[in-house]
């Protein structure tokens, strides 16, 4: 059975930073592609940040260039997003995703979320 299990989210101020973690389990995901989507209150969840283990290439939307990393370790099989600079728009419940996609357009697995607050 596979499992994503994120952590490190939490509340941050304006401007401050946050880690979050996802490590997956109950497979192989050597050709998997992983990475994060988040939802805010009221909106369709986003696409955010993918990592393609196949060729190491790295996506992210928009809202999250030059601000956000995303970085992975395949023998933990385990995905990182590092948040910098952020912003009360940040705010949102971050979902990890595995696709064989590499830019997640169809995730065949989620993690349950991990919610990030930013306050003003």
């Known amino acids: 059975q596979v499992q994503l299990v994120e952590s490190g989210g939490g509340l941050v101020q304006a401007g401050g930073s946050l880690r979050l973690s996802c490590a997956a389990s109950g497979r192989t995901f050597n050709s998997y592609t992983m990475g994060w989507f988040r939802q805010a209150p009221g909106l369709e969840r986003e696409f955010v940040a993918a990592f393609s283990r196949r060729g190491s290439r790295l996506y992210y939307a928009d809202s999250a260039q030059g601000r956000f990393t995303i970085s992975g370790d395949n023998a933990k099989n385990t995905v990182y997003l590092q948040m910098n600079s952020l912003k009360p728009e940040d705010t949102a419940v971050y979902y990890c995703?595995?696709?064989?996609?590499?830019?997640?357009?169809?995730?065949?697995?989620w993690g349950q979320g991990t919610q990030v607050t930013v306050s003003s």
């Open positions: 995703a595995v696709d064989t996609d590499d830019r997640l357009r169809t995730p065949d697995y």
